[in-house]
């Protein structure tokens, strides 16, 4: 099946630093969807992205579908974008809409 | 309108018991799947159902667990003869299709 692979595994920012998040994918995909797991573990819709770019406020997300990637950019980090960064995709081999996640990165955003 | 529902937020069982963890989507989604999240990992696809019907149940353990979505009510994802191995957080998301995925609050299921 697809391999979703994310890097850096774990990152430690200082607050007002900026972060890219990557999301390589190992076949052709039909959907990617960028989450954030707060502390609490509530999973947070953050980006549907199958293709091109979009920005929301501080975050912005781009995939590029045909090189196999994705990208999250956080500009200006606060201490409440801690938690666990997830990127998701759904592939167009299996024939099913499941998704499936990479291993997370996981941010720290000191004060 | 309500997002995706699971009911309940926090489950204790004792080993041998049965659990039951329920899932609503959201209104107008048709497309329901469960994912286990161990402590310090991801979440890793279980099964994928639509009314009546299991799609796909790759990522199901052959044994003790089960999954059903029926014409009327929530999905319930089944675990029979818990083990202490099956504490996790257990999460449910729903589409329209192939479409964007919104999951619910989680169900933490611990065995003691």
């Known amino acids: 099946g697809i391999q979703v692979e994310q890097s850096p595994p774990d990152l430690i920012l200082q607050e007002g630093a900026n972060s890219t998040l990557r999301c390589n994918f190992s076949?052709?995909?039909?959907?990617l969807q960028w989450f954030h797991q707060n502390p609490w573990g509530q999973l947070i819709n953050l980006f549907y992205?199958?293709?091109g770019t979009k920005q929301n406020g501080r975050l912005s997300a781009t995939t590029v579908a045909t090189e196999r990637y994705s990208l999250l950019y956080i500009s200006s980090s606060q201490t409440t974008d801690s938690g666990v960064y997830f990127c998701?995709?759904?592939?167009?081999?299996?024939?099913?809409?499941?998704?499936?996640f990479g291993t997370g990165t996981r941010l720290k955003v000191l004060a | 309108n309500a997002g995706v529902m699971q009911n309940p937020r926090h489950l204790v069982r004792r080993r041998g018991q049965e659990a039951r963890l329920r899932c609503s989507p959201m209104?107008?989604?048709?497309?329901v799947y469960w994912y286990r999240q161990l402590p310090e990992e991801g979440l890793k696809f279980m099964v994928y159902?639509?009314?009546?019907?299991?799609?796909?149940e790759s990522g199901m353990p052959k044994e003790r667990f089960s999954a059903e979505f029926p014409k009327e009510g929530p999905s319930i994802l089944r675990i029979q003869q818990v083990v202490r191995g099956d504490s996790a957080a257990y999460f449910c998301?729903?589409?329209?299709?192939?479409?964007?995925?919104?999951f619910g609050q989680g169900t933490r299921l611990t065995v003691v």
């Open positions: 998301a729903s589409t329209q299709g192939n479409t964007e995925a919104f």
């Open positions: 076949d052709s995909v039909n959907n």
């Open positions: 992205i199958p293709s």
């Open positions: 998701a995709v759904s592939d167009r081999i299996s024939g099913t809409y499941k998704y499936i």
């Open positions: 209104k107008g989604h048709s497309h």
């Open positions: 159902l639509q009314k009546e019907n299991i799609i796909d």
